[in-house]
């Protein structure tokens, strides 16, 4: 049998986040539910923590996944019937794999009837792959068996082209029937991974970038509540040897912690299964929350949005063009996306922070010397603030236009401006500047969007959020950071600004 995970590092993981300050006293109070192959263990015993080593009960895991268990005086016999035979001995810290002498963490003991032996002898040697659920405090235990002959071709694509929506309040985009833990039923087992994830990236903002190679069929999207998250399954999808961020253990688990977004705080990701190969991203959210999913070119992209809200919501009805104040002066907000600890997009040896801050202050520069516009900066200097504290200052400045300003992150080969907004009454600024915007930088383009970003969403103006090329891709980068291509690119967001209020 083929191990997926390294069992030794996973349980390590397990026990640091089972006892903390209090150790046996945490572990009580945090039995971990077991699973296997998705579903809950049904059984009179529960697993135990002893001495820090997770016990489960040999007989209800065995029998389980087929093999058969005996007892003869203070020996328990485990086979599958062919090629794998266990024996162990009560009170006895090693045990017989087929006639090889095995140590345990902590010796196979009975408890009211029930035979108790360490999770970690029993992922290994009856050859199961563990994964652990840190919100649930639940162990899964998955069968791990080396195929034959796989049942479909590696490579074949799925459904799923195009953009999945949802939200985290239960409903999702695509899907599949899946078990109450999430898992999927609908797996091949042995089939053989189609791509390679490369990269996941975070910008900081709202969007997270799976960046890969191949070609990635279904998306599997789950909902899961107490506590809520948001789960994407990459079927027949395997880890990159080069893969980034990188793992937390051997295990293949990572997470990214996020403190710049309303409602997302971790972006957890694990190699869930090899029945098929799936790569597992979890979001962990504080509550339900609205999010999207669309493929670009070599990348997923996962956009989290707003929470889902509970009452009514309520539209602002801003008109198609604003009125100038009693002074004939229109306002414009700039805002220079990320700052201070939050540098956005990291590529190429360039933070998204510092050209946000650079062609906001050029667009401000240009804006003071009209007569009809007054532009205000949500920051002038390399400081940080939350998405809602740049919504509400521009609504507090009842400012006339609004426009975030920020550059984009995927893969190498990505590249091209495009610009988004929320409410109807945005898109014509949008398409305007937009046209302006992607002369000016000479890029591909990628066209005018509509998504529920804070910043363009919370705002009761006319707003729009810039992306004006990627920082990860080369030609794009020398772009951004060139100082003559800056100046070209803020005249064009201000010839934009213009036009929209018609003012040339």
Same mark, same amino acid.
């Given at each position: 049998?083929?191990?997926?995970?390294?069992?030794?590092?996973?349980?390590?993981?397990?026990?640091?986040?089972?006892?903390?300050?209090?150790?046996?006293?945490?572990?009580?109070?945090?039995?971990? %539910?077991?699973?296997?192959?998705?579903?809950?263990?049904?059984?009179?015993?529960?697993?135990?923590?002893?001495?820090?080593?997770?016990?489960?009960?040999?007989?209800?895991?065995?029998?389980?996944?087929?093999?058969?268990?005996?007892?003869?005086?203070?020996?328990?016999?485990?086979?599958?019937?062919?090629?794998?035979?266990?024996?162990?001995?009560?009170?006895?810290? !090693?045990?017989?794999?087929?006639?090889?002498?095995?140590?345990?963490?902590?010796?196979?003991?009975?408890?009211?009837?029930? !035979?108790?032996?360490?999770?970690?002898?029993?992922?290994?040697?009856?050859?199961?792959?563990?994964?652990?659920?840190?919100?649930?405090?639940?162990?899964?235990?998955?069968?791990?068996?080396?195929?034959?002959?796989?049942?479909?071709?590696?490579?074949?694509?799925?459904?799923?082209?195009?953009?999945?929506?949802?939200?985290?309040?239960?409903?999702?985009?695509?899907?599949?029937?899946?078990?109450?833990?999430?898992?999927?039923?609908?797996?091949?087992?042995?089939?053989?991974?189609?791509?390679?994830?490369?990269?996941?990236?975070?910008?900081?903002?709202? @969007?997270?970038?799976? @960046?890969?190679?191949?070609?990635?069929?279904?998306?599997?999207?789950?909902?899961?509540?107490?506590?809520?998250?948001?789960?994407?399954?990459?079927?027949?999808?395997?880890?990159?040897?080069?893969? @980034?961020?990188?793992?937390?253990?051997?295990?293949?688990?990572?997470?990214?912690?996020?403190?710049?977004?309303?409602?997302?705080? %971790?972006?957890?990701?694990?190699?869930? @299964?090899?029945?098929?190969?799936?790569?597992?991203?979890?979001?962990?959210?504080?509550?339900?929350?609205?999010?999207?999913?669309?493929?670009?070119?070599?990348?997923?992209?996962?956009?989290?949005?707003?929470?889902?809200?509970?009452? !009514?919501?309520?539209?602002?009805?801003?008109?198609?063009?604003?009125?100038?104040?009693?002074?004939?002066?229109? !306002?414009?907000?700039?805002?220079?996306?990320?700052?201070?600890?939050?540098?956005?997009?990291?590529?190429?040896?360039?933070?998204?922070?510092?050209?946000?801050?650079?062609?906001?202050?050029?667009?401000?520069?240009?804006?003071?010397?009209?007569?009809?516009?007054?532009?205000?900066?949500?920051?002038?200097?390399?400081?940080?603030?939350?998405?809602?504290?740049?919504?509400?200052?521009?609504?507090?400045?009842?400012?006339?236009?609004?426009?975030?300003?920020?550059?984009?992150?995927?893969?190498?080969?990505?590249?091209?401006?495009?610009?988004?907004?929320?409410?109807?009454?945005?898109?014509?600024?949008?398409?305007?500047?937009?046209?302006?915007?992607?002369?000016?930088?000479?890029?591909?383009?990628? %066209?005018?969007?509509?998504?529920?970003?804070?910043?363009?969403?919370?705002?009761?103006?006319?707003?729009?959020?810039?992306?004006?090329?990627?920082?990860?891709?080369?030609?794009?980068?020398?772009?951004?950071?060139?100082?003559?291509?800056?100046?070209?690119?803020?005249?064009?967001?201000?010839?934009?600004?213009?036009?929209?209020?018609?003012?040339?």
């Amino acid at each position: 049998m083929k191990k997926l995970v390294s069992a030794v590092m996973l349980l390590s993981l397990v026990f640091s986040l089972l006892y903390g300050v209090n150790g046996a006293q945490a572990a009580a109070a945090v039995t971990p %539910k077991l699973y296997l192959n998705g579903k809950l263990l049904q059984s009179s015993a529960e697993p135990k923590v002893v001495s820090q080593t997770t016990l489960v009960p040999i007989r209800t895991v065995s029998e389980g996944i087929g093999f058969q268990v005996s007892w003869t005086g203070k020996n328990v016999q485990v086979s599958d019937g062919n090629s794998r035979n266990i024996v162990l001995t009560f009170d006895s810290k !090693t045990a017989l794999v087929n006639d090889q002498t095995i140590t345990l963490d902590v010796a196979a003991t009975v408890d009211k009837g029930t !035979t108790y032996v360490p999770l970690r002898f029993v992922s290994e040697q009856l050859g199961l792959s563990v994964y652990w659920d840190q919100p649930t405090k639940s162990v899964h235990l998955y069968q791990v068996d080396t195929p034959t002959e796989p049942n479909i071709e590696p490579g074949e694509p799925g459904a799923g082209n195009g953009t999945d929506t949802g939200t985290s309040d239960g409903s999702s985009g695509t899907g599949g029937d899946t078990n109450e833990d999430g898992s999927s039923d609908d797996g091949v087992p042995g089939s053989e991974a189609s791509a390679t994830l490369n990269a996941i990236d975070y910008d900081g903002l709202s @969007s997270i970038f799976l @960046s890969y190679d191949g070609t990635i069929g279904d998306i599997k999207t789950q909902l899961l509540h107490s506590p809520e998250r948001i789960v994407i399954d990459l079927p027949n999808v395997s880890f990159s040897s080069s893969f @980034s961020p990188g793992f937390t253990s051997a295990s293949k688990l990572g997470e990214i912690l996020v403190d710049s977004h309303v409602s997302m705080q %971790k972006i957890r990701y694990s190699l869930f @299964s090899d029945k098929p190969e799936t790569v597992r991203i979890v979001l962990d959210v504080t509550t339900a929350t609205n999010y999207e999913i669309a493929r670009e070119d070599g990348a997923i992209r996962i956009n989290v949005l707003d929470p889902v809200s509970t009452g !009514t919501p309520t539209v602002p009805t801003t008109p198609t063009t604003p009125d100038t104040t009693d002074d004939g002066i229109y !306002t414009v907000v700039i805002d220079a996306g990320h700052g201070n600890h939050d540098p956005g997009a990291v590529a190429n040896n360039r933070k998204e922070k510092d050209f946000n801050l650079a062609l906001s202050l050029k667009v401000k520069a240009l804006l003071d010397k009209e007569t009809k516009v007054k532009g205000i900066l949500t920051r002038s200097t390399d400081i940080f603030l939350e998405l809602d504290e740049r919504a509400q200052f521009a609504n507090k400045a009842k400012a006339d236009l609004f426009i975030s300003i920020h550059a984009n992150k995927a893969t190498a080969s990505a590249s091209g401006t495009e610009t988004y907004y929320y409410h109807s009454y945005s898109k014509s600024f949008a398409d305007i500047v937009h046209k302006h915007l992607l002369k000016a930088t000479g890029l591909k383009d990628r %066209k005018v969007k509509q998504s529920g970003f804070a910043v363009i969403k919370k705002t009761t103006m006319p707003a729009i959020l810039l992306e004006s090329g990627f920082i990860s891709n080369t030609t794009d980068v020398s772009v951004l950071f060139s100082e003559a291509k800056q100046n070209q690119m803020a005249q064009a967001i201000v010839t934009g600004i213009k036009e929209y209020l018609k003012l040339n």
